[in-house]
């Protein structure tokens, strides 16, 4: 493997590079600054000329301005570059990479599109998952949709982009059938996410978090659930929605109506129960028309559980120069402050 030194630095490089684009605005603060003290001797000539000026506040005070222009580009530069982390002198180590796998089974039926949550039952689910995932460590995530039908949108994996992406299009039409069969949707996970387990394994390390309203249309999913806590799998219940009811929507907004009467959702929170309390250490939470951070949800209840192995990954740490900018730079700060300060006081005639 090549090295490119620098300095005597071995691969430097900035871990936030984007911050070297601040630099862009030193030449601004210079002029704005320079101009700044232009006009205010401009302003002072009027009163005298450079000879009498000199006399009466010495030529050291006449240097102040220019100084105080110095510190304050040299403040800045060095504090981008600071922010920028300048790095240099890997180390690569070889780690375990261990975690969690997390399936996120998320209704997307028509009922989903209820307003009693803002701005609609499927799109707080969405958000909810995305403050998730970004807690995350090295856990695995899958994604399967379903209504009538379901659909695995993302298998199991670390790549955050790309089930970003599948969440994000998530919508009714990601299912062909219309309804809501939880239980068909828990049998996907083990058929098709699960799949690597043969009959003797135990997947104390794998959680399902089902996202719905809870009204299923006889898919037997406590007894879905029961098949997954035999194989060690716990099931998280999340139930959204309004238990009194709410009107079902299209994706254009309007009330979807059966026989000319409007078809009303609500909440089924016995269903979630059971299914939560079929798997080991199940939980049911009932958010309701609420709202629940899942970010924390995730510490609670995924991060302190039993991890699993993945395999073994390669990790380069470099070493931090950040402290040789960040130093300097609040130097000058503290200098250019203390010039402004002399600045400002008035010299006694002589």
Same mark, same amino acid.
């Given at each position: ?141 899958? #994604?399967?949709?379903? &209504? @009538? ?6 298998? *199991? ?6 089930? =970003? !992406? +599948? ?104 269903? #979630?129960?059971?299914? &939560? @309390? ?6 049911? *939470? ?6 629940? =951070? !899942? +970010? ?55």
């Amino acid at each position: 493997m090549n090295h490119t030194t620098l300095f005597g630095l071995v691969d430097p490089r900035f871990a936030d590079p984007n911050w070297i684009h601040a630099l862009w605005i030193v030449p601004l603060v210079a002029l704005l600054l320079a101009l700044s003290f232009w006009f205010r001797r401009r302003g002072a000539d009027r009163f005298a000329d450079d000879a009498r000026r000199s006399s009466l506040v010495g030529r050291k005070r006449l240097l102040t301005p220019w100084l105080r222009v110095t510190c304050a580009v040299l403040s800045i530069t060095l504090g981008a570059i600071a922010l920028a982390r300048p790095q240099a002198n890997p180390e690569s180590r070889e780690t375990e990479t261990k975690g969690r796998d997390i399936v996120f089974v998320l209704d997307v039926s028509r009922s989903m599109l209820a307003r009693d949550v803002a701005p609609n039952r499927l799109d707080r689910a969405k958000l909810w998952i995305r403050d998730l995932v970004n807690e995350l460590r090295q856990d695995r995530v899958a #994604l399967v949709a379903f &209504a @009538g039908s379901s659909s695995v949108e993302s298998p *199991l994996t670390t790549d955050r982009l790309f089930f =970003d !992406l +599948a969440l994000e299009e998530l919508s009714p039409n990601s299912v062909d059938v219309g309804g809501t069969n939880i239980g068909d949707a828990i049998r996907r996970c083990m058929d098709l996410v699960f799949y690597d387990l043969d009959d003797e394994t135990t997947a104390a390390h794998r959680d399902i978090i089902l996202i719905t309203d809870g009204e299923d249309q006889e898919s037997l999913p406590v007894d879905a659930a029961r098949a997954a806590a035999e194989r060690g799998i716990r099931i998280i219940t999340i139930g959204i929605g309004s238990e009194t009811g709410d009107v079902v929507r299209d994706e254009r907004n309007e009330p979807v109506t059966q026989r000319g009467t409007p078809v009303r959702t609500r909440l089924d929170t016995s269903t #979630l129960t059971q299914i &939560a @309390g079929a798997t080991p250490g199940g939980v049911f *939470l009932n958010v309701g028309t609420g709202d629940i =951070d !899942l +970010a924390q949800v995730y510490q609670d209840l995924i991060a302190s559980a039993a991890q699993t192995e993945f395999g073994k990954a390669s990790i380069t740490t470099y070493e931090e120069f950040y402290i040789y900018a960040l130093a300097p730079a609040l130097a000058f700060a503290l200098l250019e402050f203390a010039l402004g300060s002399l600045g400002l006081r008035k010299d006694p005639r002589p």
